[in-house]
T-cell receptor
Framework: GQNIDQPTEMTATEGAIVQINCTYQ??????LFWYQQHAGEAPTFLSY??LDGLEEKGRFSSFLSRSKGYSYLLLKELQMKDSASYLC??????????WGAGTKLIIKP | DAMVIQNPRYQVTQFGKPVTLSCSQT?????MYWYQQKSSQAPKLLFH???????NEADTPDNFQSRRPNTSFCFLDIRSPGLGDAAMYLC??????????????FGPGTRLTVL
């Protein structure tokens, strides 16, 4: 079967750096997405990786290793508004998005 | 601003009473998706339309139906809601289901409560 694994919950301190990991086992690979979802709201797109390496976008960076079936989302200079769930999703060979359950990130002052 | 709109934001229905959720988009995207998401779980794809072509997920219950009368609108009909159908229903769109990033853009969701 297809599977996306992420930690259920993480806690970090305002101003710090946090790395959220995602491992996947899917039928084929056509890109990996990270979405942010605040409680009770819809997911919003953060980043897309299809080739190995690091994609940087402001305070957020996303890394991909296809050979290891692994990605991480790196959040720098954490702000209270970054408290949210972060969902990893992989597009498989049928161009279907396989979603992880999300990592709930709690930011403490 | 181009966007995905869902109505209503909150819907309360009674057990077994049909309900319709609506989604509209001004992005002119070809693909529209309906997801069900329960608390702390991954979004679960119910179906998607590539233009007018309807694609049903194998494990989507028959209780769920969908209509896409034109490019801009898509509806989710729940014929006989059960307590287990209480969830957030998310509509999303993307330009094209194949190739490139084809990022999905989500509406704000409809929170369904079944009494």
């Amino acid at each position: 079967g297809q599977n996306i694994d992420q930690p259920t919950e993480m806690t970090a301190t305002e101003g710090a750096i946090v790395q959220i990991n995602c491992t996947y086992q899917t039928s084929g690979f056509n890109g990996l997405f990270w979405y942010q979802q605040h409680a009770g709201e819809a997911p919003t797109f953060l980043s897309y990786n299809v080739l190995d390496g690091l994609e940087e976008k402001g305070r957020f960076s996303s890394f991909l290793s296809r050979s290891k079936g692994y990605s991480y989302l790196l959040l720098k200079e954490l702000q209270m508004k970054d408290s949210a769930s972060y969902l990893c999703a992989v597009r498989d060979s049928n161009y279907q998005l396989i979603w992880g359950a999300g990592t709930k990130l709690i930011i403490k002052p | 601003d181009a966007m995905v709109i869902q109505n209503p934001r909150y819907q309360v229905t009674q057990f077994g009473k049909p309900v319709t959720l609506s989604c509209s988009q001004t992005l002119n995207h070809n693909v529209m998706y309906w997801y069900q998401q329960k608390s702390s779980q991954a979004p679960k794809l119910l179906f998607h339309y590539y233009d007018k072509d309807f694609n049903n997920e194998a494990d989507t219950p028959d209780n769920f139906q969908s209509r896409r009368p034109n490019t801009s609108f898509c509806f989710l009909d729940i014929r006989s809601p059960g307590l287990g159908d209480a969830a957030m229903y998310l509509c999303a769109t993307s330009r094209d289901a194949t190739g490139g990033p084809d990022t999905q853009y989500f509406g704000p969701g409809t929170r369904l409560t079944v009494l």
